[in-house]
C-alpha cells in the first residue's frame, strides 16, 4: 500500500513538474531566440543606414558602377569592409542586395539569396516594405536551422534595397541547453524534496493504518487484548483507531459473556444430571425384571450427557486461559504424553511409535500443548483399528515445531477435513463411535490460546494426519 500511494503521489509531482517545466523551458527558448533576433535586425538597420542617402554615391551604389565619385568610393569601401569585418567577427553571413537580388556588399562574398525557403521569404516581407517576421523556433535537436532576418533600406518612401543576414545557431543552441540544464536541475532538486515529502506524508497516513492492521490480525489469531495504541495520523484514522478499540471492547465483551454462560451453564448441569441418575439408578431397583436394556440405555445417554457437560466445561475453560508461551521442548514433552498413552494403545492392539530430534524448542504452554496432544491421541486411538500403527512425528522447520500425530484408521474426505475442528462436528460413518465431538475443538483452543495452531491432512497411505504447530524459539545459551 505504501509504494501505491508513493506511486500516486510521484506522478502527480512528475506531472505538475512537467507541466511547469516545459513551458518554462519553452518560454527560456524562445526568449532567448527573441533577443538573437532583435540583435540581428538591430544590425541589419545599421547598415541600411550606412548606404549613401541620396545623389551619385546611392546611384552608384545601386548600379555597381565601377568608378564612382571619390567621395562615393570611400562611403562604398568602407561599407564593404565593415560588412566582411562583422562577417569575421561574428560568423554571420550577411549582405545588402539590390531589388532584384544582385549584391552591393556581400560577405562571404559567394554568398547570394536564397531561391526558397525562411531566407527568401524574409527577403520578400522587406522588398514590402516591413521587417521580416520571426524565424521558426530554434531547438537544441535542429542543429541545421538557421536564424534569417531581412530589413528594408528605404529612400523617400521606396524600398531601394534590403539588408539580409543569415546567423548560425550553435551559440543559441548551446545557451538554451544551459538554461535547460538550470531548470532540469531545478526541478531534480524539486523532485528529491517532492520524494521526501511524499515519503513522510505517506508514513504520516499509513502509520496508523499499519497499527490497525497489526491489531486487527492479532483478534483474528485470538489474541483478543490486542488494541491501537493512540499515535499520529490524520484526524479520520485516529477516530478510526478509537471506534475500532470500542468494537473490540464489545466484541471481547460479547465472548466473554457467551463463555461465561457456557461454563456456568455446563457446570450448573451437573448437578441436576447427577441427581437425576442417581435416581434413574434407585428407580432401576424397584423396577421388574425385563427393562434392564430400557434402563441401560438410560445410563449410556445420562453417561453420554455427562461426557458433554465435561467438554463443554473443558471447552470454557480453555477459551478462559490466557496461558503466557515459554520455551518448551517438545521433544521431551511429546515423548512424555506418548509414554502415557502407550499403555491404553496396547490394550486395543494399536503400536504407539514416536520419532523427533533430541530437541525442538518451540514457544508454547506446556499444559496447554499436553492437553491438546492428548485429545489428538485419544482421537488417533479411538479411530484407529486394532493392528495398526499411531505415529507422533516431532519436526523442527524454519519458523516452527511442528508435532504431526498420524494413524491408519479410515480418514476423512476432502469436504470433512474443511470441517474437522468444528464444534460438535463428526462425520456421519462415525456416529456410533464413543465421544462428543468437541475433543479436536478443545485441542485447537488450547493451541491458539498460546499462538500455536492446528491442522487436519491425509496421511499416506490412509488416516488422518493432525498436526500440532508452535512458533520455534531461540536456544538458550549457557
Excluded at 533576433?37 to 544590425?43: A, F, H, Q, S, T
Excluded at 561599407?79 to 532584384?100: K, M, P
Excluded at 471447552?315 to 504424553?337: G, I, K, S
Amino acid at each position: 500500500m505504501r509504494t501505491r500511494l508513493l506511486g500516486i503521489l510521484l506522478s502527480l509531482m512528475l506531472c505538475v513538474l512537467a507541466a511547469l517545466g516545459m513551458p518554462l523551458a519553452a518560454a527560456f527558448a524562445a526568449a532567448e531566440q527573441s533577443r538573437v533576433v532583435v540583435d540581428r535586425l538591430d544590425d541589419a538597420a545599421r547598415f541600411a543606414q550606412d548606404l549613401p542617402t541620396s545623389g551619385s554615391g546611392l546611384e552608384a551604389a545601386l548600379k555597381g558602377d565601377p568608378q564612382p565619385a571619390p567621395g562615393d568610393l570611400s562611403r562604398r569601401h568602407a561599407l564593404d569592409t565593415e560588412v566582411a569585418r562583422y562577417h569575421e567577427l561574428y560568423g554571420v553571413r550577411i549582405g545588402i542586395f539590390q531589388r532584384d537580388g544582385m549584391p552591393i556588399a556581400v560577405a562571404p562574398s559567394d554568398w547570394r539569396v536564397p531561391a526558397s525557403g525562411w531566407a527568401d521569404q524574409a527577403f520578400q516581407e522587406a522588398l514590402d516594405g516591413r521587417r521580416s517576421h520571426n524565424p521558426p523556433q530554434v531547438w537544441p535537436w535542429t542543429p541545421d536551422r538557421t536564424l534569417t532576418v531581412a530589413t528594408p533600406v528605404v529612400r523617400d518612401g521606396d524600398v531601394v534595397a534590403v539588408v539580409l543576414s543569415e546567423s548560425p545557431t550553435e551559440a543559441l543552441r548551446a545557451r538554451v541547453v544551459r538554461k535547460w540544464l538550470v531548470i532540469g536541475a531545478g526541478e531534480a532538486a524539486a523532485m528529491i524534496v517532492a520524494v521526501l515529502l511524499a515519503a513522510r506524508l505517506t508514513e504520516w497516513v499509513l502509520r496508523p493504518v499499519r497499527t490497525l492492521d497489526r491489531a486487527t490480525h492479532d483478534i483474528a489469531t485470538g489474541r483478543m487484548n490486542a488494541r491501537v495504541a493512540p499515535g499520529g495520523g490524520p484526524p479520520e484514522l485516529q477516530r478510526l483507531a478509537r471506534s475500532f478499540n470500542e468494537m473490540a471492547d464489545h466484541v471481547v465483551l460479547a465472548l466473554d459473556q457467551q463463555k461465561a454462560f457456557v461454563a456456568d451453564a455446563s457446570h450448573q448441569l451437573r448437578n441436576p444430571l447427577a441427581a437425576l441418575l442417581l435416581r434413574v439408578e434407585v428407580l432401576g431397583l424397584e423396577l421388574p425384571e425385563g427393562h434392564e436394556e430400557e434402563l441401560g440405555g438410560v445410563r449410556e445417554e445420562g453417561a453420554r450427557l455427562a461426557r458433554v457437560l465435561d467438554d463443554l466445561l473443558g471447552l470454557a475453560t480453555a477459551e478462559h486461559a490466557r496461558p503466557e508461551p515459554e520455551p518448551t521442548d517438545l521433544a521431551v514433552l511429546t515423548l512424555e504424553r506418548a509414554d502415557a498413552w502407550r499403555p491404553l494403545a496396547g490394550q486395543r492392539g494399536i503400536e504407539l511409535v514416536w520419532e523427533g530430534p533430541a530437541l525442538a524448542l518451540g514457544l508454547a504452554d506446556p499444559i496447554g500443548f499436553g492437553s491438546a496432544l492428548d485429545a489428538v491421541l485419544d482421537n488417533a486411538l479411538k479411530f484407529g483399528p486394532a493392528g495398526s500403527r499411531v505415529r507422533v512425528l516431532v519436526a523442527v522447520r524454519q519458523e516452527e515445531v511442528a508435532v504431526t500425530v498420524s494413524d491408519q484408521g479410515p480418514g476423512l474426505t476432502e469436504e470433512e477435513l474443511a470441517r474437522a475442528g468444528d464444534r460438535f462436528w463428526r462425520s456421519t460413518r462415525h456416529q456410533n463411535v464413543d465421544g462428543s465431538g468437541l475433543g479436536l475443538s478443545i485441542a485447537r483452543t488450547l493451541l491458539q490460546a498460546a499462538g500455536g495452531s492446528l491442522t487436519f491432512g491425509t496421511a499416506t497411505p490412509s488416516g488422518l494426519a493432525v498436526t500440532l504447530a508452535v512458533p520455534r524459539a531461540e536456544r538458550r545459551k549457557a
